[in-house]
């Protein structure tokens, strides 16, 4: 497998523009004859396909939910970054590549998280002339707050709704080019394979979910936007229907898979209540900025909160990190709260939880001032939990939530397989080991309106179009393969639900490759998950039919793909033998409990290539440059 | 239960069995309008929803150069107003709601979105033509003023937003705007 990651030479600054300079084009005339598959409509795919359809490409577009609007995107709350410096606080483009790359703990690769923060001012200009509302100053300017792990105020958002306002705007987009003819929209269409034709991806093959009929689309390249796979874990705050099919399949053809164990567990969710819960719910990061984070000093605490006195609460993010308090970064806020629930001072009735308490906010500022900054929030929160967080802390615990892994892409975003692509969440992105808030969706967008758009005419343009359609064997032979596949997940007829096995999954990657692991552990998981696979296959048990819509085959596919690739990312856990962001190794720490990274041996991307089922995976390396940012370690005590 | 959860602000898929009294009865339906084809079980066909936004729902722009936001200063009231529109999730409980399966709702906050910002001004009564006359084509019913949408609402859009399109379409078809798209390409 090669890894070429195609940086363009010269200074950081100017590596992009140069980029475009020299990158080869399709020119309008030739663009409609090239038809480019997107495989997604979150705000990574709905910005590419309509902006790859406004230049004039003919996109074929699909998504698994009835209209491409409902992505997951949707339930991106608290912001979107980028680097305005409205607010006169010193913010720069620099500022935000160094925000982004220390907060991944200098595991990206410079030359793209540069590029990111270059872009991000362009999506805010994009996003209001598509008549995206953010939220506005009284002297009509736009307003901003601050998320974790930065020192300058540069979110800028819509409520509690930013995910949904943005993506509307990259779905009106997408919305005007279906109806202009550019974009053929497949809505209720899952991926489930992609197809190769003489060394490049010329197309997929597709479930439809309405009737089960099982049929390909050929095109000149794939891209894949189809998010992340948090949902391995089983509760997430990811939707249901989130998955890792699409990555996972284009991995078994041979695309690198880079840092898989590289995972986000993010601080504010709601804690779970019980056994039967299939799904976390995340409280917005920008909590924080009011919030304020704390335990009992004592175990077994039975009061109520409010009856606990200041000198009994321990606020132990402001005592550990005065600096950042509150705000530090997520994996940092996260193994704290395990940490100190794990030392039994937890709350709530499973001790797995801590206190989010805006009484000193409200007493600072008023009601009406929280309420006007939180109040949808703190409506979420009182209608699933019965408490109103104005009178009482709301309880919070860590859930899985982000995936900084994903398909390797080189700096045009392309995988190592020739024509197919991979944006957004779905791609090993920019995040490094962590990513700061408010950093995916302008990851997500600037790969979709300005990056792939462009970059992916430097591959086509080397290449013939309209040579291959789904006449061609490779394609019924992937359709065949796909077909018994479905047979045999139907025809197993075992005895256990397939809920109850992504559930045993979900508890064993959450208590082994979770907010920390260790060597024990990880290799328990790998020895117990290949126990999983095989009694679903022999036991599993799946209701309905093919031809029809059948949400339980829907869910057994996505659930056989979790059960193979929670081994890639347990064996990538294990041979990173280093702490670093999100991956938290219990061997690997200071004495003070916080992360020891490890420069010399592990400054590099792990990107795993597929041998075979039942086959150990082969790891390469990207080793990783730092030329611009001398390599620091990541201290928010300081 | 189809539309009507009885509490406000909530759509069905917010509620808790703790909002119930024990020993109460629960009827589950799927959304009832003719523009909604029931697929299987619950599960509805709303593209209908998606070709009324396809119609029009859109500012057109391309992703090339913009200009600084902040040169176009919007009174946060008008940005709040367009929000409250744009907080629409198209969940169709509106439709199901009334006793004539209008969308008037869902159309009038798509419209609204669109045409309070000074962004959208440029194409406001082109808009709104097409996406009403599209809703109209999908064949919902007309609206007779029931409100029964606003009180089925998970998200609390006001019928006010309905007045705003009617005004907005009445003074479209006196202007009638020329719509040069198709004979001008719209990039
Ligand atoms: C609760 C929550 C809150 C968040 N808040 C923020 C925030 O405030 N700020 C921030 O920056 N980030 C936030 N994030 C992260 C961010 O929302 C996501 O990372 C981002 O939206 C992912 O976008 P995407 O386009 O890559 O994928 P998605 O939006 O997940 O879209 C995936 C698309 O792929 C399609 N798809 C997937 N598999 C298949 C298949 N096999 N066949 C066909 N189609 C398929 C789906 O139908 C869908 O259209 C949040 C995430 C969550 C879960
Ligand atoms: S107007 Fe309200 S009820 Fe109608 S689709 Fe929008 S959110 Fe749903």
Redo the contacts between chains.
Sequence with gaps: MELEAKIPPGRIEEKWTTHLDHIRLVGPRNRPRYTVIVVGTGLAGAAAASSLAAMGYKVECFCFQDSPRRAHSIAAQGGINAAKDYQNDGDSVFRLFYDTQKGGDFRSREANVFRLAELSTRIIDQATAQGVPFAREYGGLLANRSFGGVLVERTFYCRGETGQQLLLGANSALAQQIHEGNVQMHTRTELLDIVEVDGRMRGIVVRDLTTGDIYSFAGEAVVLATGGYSNVYYLSTNAKGCNVTATWRAHKKGAGFANPCFCQIHPTCIPAAGEHQSKLTLMSESLRNDGRIWIPRSKGETRQPRDIPENERYYYLEERYPRFGNLVPRDVASRNAKDVCDQGLGIGPTGHGVYLDFKDAIKLHGLDVIEARYGNLFEMYERITNDNPKETPMRIYPAPHYTMGGLWVDYNLMTTLPGLFAIGEANFSDHGANRLGASSLMQCLADGYFILPVTIGDYLSRHPYGDVDTDHPAFKEAEQAIKTQVNRLLSTNGSRSVESYHRELGRLMTDHCGISRNEAGLRKALQTIPEIRESFWNDVKVMGKDAEMNQALEHAGRVADFLEFAELMCNDALTREESCGCHFRDEYQTTEGEARRDDENYAHVSVWEYNGQDQTPTLHKEPLYYETLPLARRDYKA | MASHTGRK??ATC?L?M?HFKDGSEITIEPWRAEAFPV??DL?V???A??RI???G???????G??????AT????EV??L??DA??C??CGACVAACPNSAAMLYTAAKVS??GL?P??QPERYTRVIRMVEQMEKEGFGGCRNYAECEAACPKEISISFISQMNRDYLRASLLEPIDRRGSMK??
């Design positions: 602000g909530a917010q808790y703790r697929i299987r599960v066909d709303r593209s929803f998606d936004m396809q119609a729902g859109y500012i057109t722009t391309h992703a150069p913009k200009p600084d936001p902040n200063p919007i009174e946060p940005a709040e367009a929000l744009a907080t999730i198209g979105h669109l910002l962004q959208g719209s990039q």
